[in-house]
């Protein structure tokens, strides 16, 4: 495996976490900058560097004919896709198949099953996997989801198909929501993710996001690397995640069930690389599959850190072949817990993108502080990529020193010259029902966290504009 080239198709600290594992391993990383983004942080990281000619994600990217060009002229033997943009792409998986590239990744097989949504849940149900009572296929039309909403009870949700990260997705009440809602689902999933197929599910209120990570190797062995509690969201999308679940606590069998029921989905589909199983849990401990995530997740950090095993570089490794760092359940232990905070140009008040430059960055953390980011002075966020710019993560014996010791690490980041959501995990931790460790993927429409961050975000907001202006005057 030492000395194969990987090309590294993405960006971001994503980009330069892939790329530390590929140097670490002796392999050659080769990077990717585009006419939009002409100095990405991550080529500092990397061996070699490549134009990605382009301006624009679908220039750039999700070009797969681009990509394969750059492949056989810098005689590429693997690629890294990240999160996002290809990863899940089982068109850019079977092109690197037929060209005899590995694509560090599950089969294309598994990214084709697990990315329909309807398919999944079928493969899952006969898996004997618990799955949301719903529709087993496509609904193509209104008059079917007000029957099934009928026979399953309300609320139901509409939800895409295809795609993910909250998109295309409607809470329904009553027959009429689904009136209104029906066509607005369809027309944003075709916008979002190219297909208008929808599905009708009983919503689980107040549920809890629960995920289990899966680590697999070509020779048919699957781990899990126990769970995680995502269940902070807005817009569907999570903000602070944590493992293990504080809701799940000390319930160990609880935990050994959602654990071996992951296992058991990915085995369905011959899984054999990292990977995430999806589940919602309600507030009576049940459990159902949600959807299975054939990439590296935004938030693995919080599974290393527990666990001391290396995804990234078990995932790289598992797709040429080679044997994991571990070879048997048993070696994979929880040790203490872990929380992420993924830090954001948004405002943190509305939660909306906040695109901008960054005029000044320092960090004084306390001990064992792991900050992935792609942040420097003078680095410009723009519209054209996720707002998601790092990943504060600590770790400590148990979750009361964990939070502790992110919160302290908070009020060490200084991102100046542009709105980041630091405030806004600031009161989340300070916050009551977060400390509990009771909370659901309601929390933030509940709690409303973001109301406190409304009354002192002004003052801070005027210190940046004063930082701004001082540094360009320089």
């Known amino acids: 495996m030492k000395g194969k080239r990987v090309l590294i198709i993405n960006r971001g600290e994503i980009a330069i976490r892939v ?46 004919p681009k990509i394969m060009k750059i492949i056989d002229e810098y005689k590429i033997d693997g690629v890294h896709p990240g999160y996002g943009f290809l990863s899940e792409n089982r068109e850019f998986s079977e092109a690197l198949a037929k060209k005899g590239i590995t694509f560090i990744g599950p089969n294309p097989d598994a990214v084709y099953k697990m990315g329909a949504k309807d398919i999944s849940k079928q493969i899952a149900k006969e898996a004997g996997v618990p799955v949301v009572p719903g529709s087993t296929g496509e609904v193509a039309t209104v008059a079917e989801a007000m029957k099934i909403g009928t026979e399953i009870g309300y609320p139901v949700l509409l939800k895409a198909v295809a795609g993910g990260g909250g998109k295309g997705m409607r809470p329904c009440y009553s ?72 809701f799940i606590g000390t319930d160990e069998a609880l935990r050994k069930s959602i654990c071996e029921t992951a296992v058991k989905c990915a085995r369905a589909v011959n899984y054999d690389s990292a990977g995430t199983v999806e589940f919602i849990m309600g507030e009576d401990r049940k459990f159902y599959f949600l959807e299975m995530n054939t990439r590296i997740q935004v938030e693995h950090p919080i599974t290393e850190e527990i666990t001391g095993v290396d995804l990234v570089a078990n995932m790289i490794k598992a797709a040429f072949g080679e044997p994991l760092d571990f070879s048997k359940q048993e070696d994979i232990k929880i040790q203490g817990h872990a929380i992420e905070c993924r830090i954001c140009a948004e405002d943190p008040v509305t939660m909306l993108p906040a695109p901008g430059k960054v005029v000044g960055f320092e960090t004084t953390f306390p001990q064992g502080i792991r900050f992935d980011h792609c ?24 979750r009361q020193v964990a939070i502790r010791k992110v919160r302290a690490a908070l009020d060490g980041l200084k991102i100046e010259g542009l709105k980041t959501n630091i405030p806004l995990h600031k009161v989340i931790l300070d916050e009551e029902v977060f400390g509990s460790g009771n909370y659901s993927t309601h929390y933030i429409m509940n709690v409303k966290p973001q109301d406190k961050v409304a009354a002192v975000e002004p003052i801070e907001e005027f210190m940046k504009r004063v930082v701004a202006i001082e540094m360009n005057q320089l």
């Open 375 to 398: 942040i420097y002075p003078k680095f410009a966020i723009t519209p054209d990529f996720d707002p998601m710019i790092g990943k504060l993560i600590a770790k400590g014996l148990n």
């Open 19 to 64: 790329a530390k594992a590929l140097n670490e391993l002796g392999l050659v990383s080769v990077g990717v900058w585009t006419d939009n983004e002409t100095e990405p942080p991550h080529l500092e990281y990397c061996q070699e560097w490549v134009h990605l000619v382009g301006s624009n994600n679908k220039e750039t990217y999700l070009d797969i």
């Open 175 to 246: 027959e009429a929501d689904i009136k209104v809602n029906f066509e607005a689902v369809q027309r944003e999933a075709l916008s979002s993710f190219g297909y208008a197929g929808l599905l009708v599910e009983k919503y689980v209120q107040n549920p809890h996001h629960i995920e289990v990570q899966i680590l697999a190797d070509k020779k048919g062995n699957i781990y899990h690397m126990f769970e995680r509690e995502c269940s902070v969201q807005r817009r569907h999308q999570k903000i602070i995640e944590e493992a293990p679940s504080p």
